[in-house]
Antibody, heavy 116, light 107 residues
Framework: EVQLVEAGGGLVQPGGSLRLSCAASGFTFSLYSMNWVRQAPGKGLEWISYIHTSGTTIYYADSVKGRFTISRDNAKNSLYLQMSSLRDDDTAVYYC?????????WGQGALVTVSS | EIVLTQSPDFQSVTPKEKVTITCRASQNIGNNLHWYQQKPDQSPKLLIKFASQSFLGVPSRFSGSGSGTDFTLTINSLEVEDAATYYCHQSSGLPPTFGQGTKLEIK
């Protein structure tokens, strides 16, 4: 059974940093590209970042470019999102998702709240 | 950026009714269109990939069609458990984008 489990969410002040992780199991992690997608409270889905299997190809949404860094450790079956210079409008549930053209499986999400 | 526009935004439906949700893309995306279901306080789940391919374990009452710019998600014989928000998503262009969502309420 595919499982994706996010961790690392919490309350952070504007301008602060936070690192999310996503632990993968039930599939060969190194063979799949991965994405981060977020959802602000009561709002729709927003794609924010993509990383290819080897980590050599990476994309970001304009809204997070220069502030967020996606990475992965295939030996640990883990995906990461380093977030810095956080703003109020980064408050959202952050989902990791396995990609095969579509977003086939999603984690349960990690809530990040940016507030003073 | 490719814009996806869903209609309707909201629909109140009765069990066993047939429901149709449409998704229009601002440019040709071929068949690179996917549908997700999100129930309250849950993460999204893939229903249909590449416009018409049912994902594993998805009930047969869910089907998808379309290509190019116009796509449809159909739910035949709606069940109470289908109350959710449905999103379309395109993977044709960067950035990937989602429709605004269609909320289905069961009467």
């Amino acid at each position: 059974e595919v499982q994706l489990v996010e961790a690392g969410g919490g309350l952070v002040q504007p301008g602060g940093s936070l690192r999310l992780s996503c632990a993968a199991s039930g599939f060969t992690f190194s063979l799949y590209s991965m994405n981060w997608v977020r959802q602000a409270p009561g709002k729709g889905l927003e794609w924010i970042s993509y990383i290819h299997t080897s980590g050599t190809t990476i994309y970001y949404a304009d809204s997070v470019k220069g502030r967020f860094t996606i990475s992965r450790d295939n030996a640990k079956n883990s995906l990461y999102l380093q977030m810095s210079s956080l703003r109020d409008d980064d408050t959202a549930v952050y989902y990791c998702a396995m990609y095969s053209g579509s977003l086939d499986f999603w984690g349960q999400g990690a809530l990040v709240t940016v507030s003073s | 950026e490719i814009v996806l526009t869903q209609s309707p935004d909201f629909q109140s439906v009765t069990p066993k009714e047939k429901v149709t949700i449409t998704c229009r893309a601002s440019q040709n995306i071929g068949n690179n269109l996917h549908w997700y279901q999100q129930k309250p306080d849950q993460s999204p789940k893939l229903l249909i990939k590449f416009a018409s391919q049912s994902f594993l374990g998805v009930p047969s009452r869910f089907s998808g069609s379309g290509s190019g710019t116009d796509f449809t998600l159909t739910i035949n014989s709606l069940e109470v458990e289908d109350a959710a928000t449905y999103y379309c998503h395109q993977s044709s262009g960067l950035p990937p984008t989602f429709g605004q969502g269609t909320k289905l309420e069961i009467k």
